[in-house]
């Protein structure tokens, strides 16, 4: 009986082993945390008195940049904070919020998104909080209405794991602007400017008076070649048209290094954009079809600048269906 008890514990002892080595292998689930740790460097960069940006780094969003390759600019008055745009995830959002900290003791207040593009907009998680205005433009009501929202953010879930995650959350404005809105805070003057649909229908820009700074999104691109995927390319350029007569000294642009010289970044943007479109209309206008349109069209103007390869042929393609789309309308028109 002693010897079968002996072989049994044994046998047991075992087996309980072999568990407890399995259980141990076995992958656990580490729960995430709704602002997790970044790697990628954030410096803070003066452009002016009361004016500060940080630069995201070249190239698409991706896990070696962290999602980090967007920009966003905070403005530092007496009476508090001025923040434009805030990033594409809410880790980076979060470190932006600690390097303002680290800037001024002055409370951010207001926050400012140029356009619901996640790459800009969701860092915006780490300033919820009572007392910031969260302002966008109205047209984001309609953004917000679509399926599109929780499309990109189960996108944004598997591509950039886990900087956004099951804890990530689309957050809507708590001002929605009309075409053009001024305000004061700590002596200084903004003015907030609709400049859609060019870059996409909600598209803002930020002046700030006294710097002769311009916060400008994506509507200008600097050294690189824009994304048009989502824009209307013929009101894009008309919308640049309301650039220069601001005269501004520095243009802290979307995406890539600020401005000093903004006759010569906007006749980059701009003369990239006009000769997309006039290249599309001639086309359309012909009869011709994208695909052709595309081979035949002469690209080397702007083949070596940042960004071309990436975005080049959507953005022709987009710039076909806007010339389609304003031909279909005019016929429209005229049947009435």
Do not use: C
């Not at 970044?38 to 999602?67: C, I, R």
């Not at 640049?240 to 005269?247: N, S, T, Y």
Request: aromatic letters at 10%.
């Amino acid at each position: 009986m002693n010897r079968r008890r002996s072989l049994i514990g044994l046998l047991a002892l075992f087996f309980f082993s072999q568990f407890a080595a399995a259980a141990d292998a076995a992958p656990t689930s580490v729960a995430s945390r709704e602002f997790e740790d970044v790697d990628v460097p954030m410096a803070v960069v003066q452009v002016a008195a009361h004016s500060y940006y940080v630069q995201g780094q070249a190239g698409l969003v991706s896990t070696a940049n962290e999602g980090f390759n967007s920009n966003a600019g905070f403005v530092v008055t007496s009476d508090g904070v001025v923040v434009f745009d805030t990033l594409g995830t809410p880790a980076l959002g979060m470190q932006l919020r600690r390097l303002i900290a680290q800037t001024t003791s002055q409370p951010v207040k207001v926050v400012v998104l140029s356009h619901y593009h996640s790459d800009h907009f969701y860092g915006v998680q780490a300033f919820q909080r009572p007392g910031v205005g969260i302002w966008a433009h109205a047209l984001v009501r309609d953004y917000l209405a679509t399926d599109a929202p929780a499309a990109r953010l189960a996108e944004r879930r598997s591509s950039l794991s886990p900087w956004v995650n099951d804890k990530t959350r689309i957050v809507a404005p708590t001002r929605y602007l009309g075409e053009d809105t001024t305000f004061a805070m700590g002596g200084l003057h903004f003015r907030v400017m609709h400049v859609g649909p060019a870059h996409t229908p909600e598209d803002l820009m930020m002046m700030v008076e006294e710097d002769k700074v311009l916060f400008a999104g994506d509507l200008v691109f600097a050294g690189r070649v824009p994304f048009a995927a989502d824009g209307n390319v013929g009101s894009w350029i008309e919308s640049l048209g309301r650039v220069l007569p601001l005269k501004p000294r520095i243009i802290a642009t979307g995406h890539g290094p600020y401005s000093t010289d903004a006759v010569a970044d906007l006749t980059q943007t701009h003369d990239y954009l006009a000769y997309l479109h006039q290249a599309m209309k001639a086309a359309f206008d012909d009869g011709v079809d994208f695909e052709t349109a595309y081979e035949k069209a002469d690209w080397s103007r702007f083949a070596a600048l940042p960004a071309f390869e990436a975005a080049n042929r959507r953005n022709a393609y987009q710039a076909y269906l806007n010339v389609e789309q304003d031909a279909l309308l005019e016929a429209k028109q005229g049947r009435r």
